[in-house]
């Protein structure tokens, strides 16, 4: 899902601070109502720090290629949110991704509130989403592979649509971009394939590890009703 240099420049580039000053307000509004919510600020730093190592592991470690206007990437935005909370969530994605920019892929930092809107924004509606699909009386590791489903799918759609928000505004409707766009979406897409099913094996983990997810290290909501 990186937007690759070039695709958006120029003062149209501008958009893209002001999107991603807003995304990284959002997630840290969210961070703080997890604080609030369960008082526990160490909590959140810990899972801040496993869920940026994850990131960072899924960006350079976990296989990825370039595909039309971007790369495709197993980012699990959904096991993340689910281990770990939206708040360490997003914060992991916000600095794992500035991590690999800064030590290993410089060139992407121009693209830096580009990506980070593409990956916090779907976050934040898979958080809502999880709200609606999910009874407030289910614990994680009880999901269903529907909801699972649900939860991927809807994550990767809105990468998609904000690489494809990103190249539309950037080089406009032209064949050539739209048949780029096409093919990242195609590609992409392919990923929820994998991910639901990464998540039910995580939380089938989670489940049988209690005494160690169970802990502060790891969401709430895994093992207990909101």
Do not use: C
Request: proline share 4%; charged share 10%; glycine share 10%.
């Amino acid at each position: 899902m990186h937007i690759n240099p070039g695709v958006v420049d120029g003062a149209k580039i501008v958009l893209s601070y002001a999107t991603g000053l807003a995304s990284l307000g959002i997630a840290g509004r969210m961070a703080w109502d997890q604080i609030r919510a369960y008082g526990e600020p160490f909590s959140l730093a810990i899972r801040s720090v496993m869920t940026t190592a994850l990131v960072f592991v899924f960006f350079e470690v976990l296989p990825h290629f370039p595909v039309g206007v971007s790369e495709v990437h197993l980012i699990l935005g959904s096991t993340l949110l689910l281990m770990f909370g939206t708040g360490a969530a997003a914060i992991g994605l916000a600095l794992g991704l500035l991590i690999q920019g800064v030590f290993f892929a410089p060139f992407d930092l121009p693209q830096y509130g580009m990506n980070i809107t593409t990956l916090i924004v779907p976050l934040i509606g898979i958080h809502l989403l999880a709200k609606k699909i999910i009874s407030p009386k289910t614990p994680y590791v009880e999901l269903r592979y529907s909801q699972a489903l649900a939860l991927s799918t809807a994550y990767q759609a809105g990468i998609v649509g904000w690489v494809a928000f990103w190249a539309f505004y950037g080089h406009g409707f032209s064949a050539a971009n739209v048949t780029s766009v096409l093919t990242f979406g195609s590609a992409y897409m392919t990923v929820i394939l994998i991910e639901p099913l990464v998540d039910l094996a995580v939380l089938a983990a989670a489940k049988s590890l209690r005494g160690i997810t169970g802990t502060s290290a790891f969401n709430a909501r895994l093992h207990a009703a909101a």
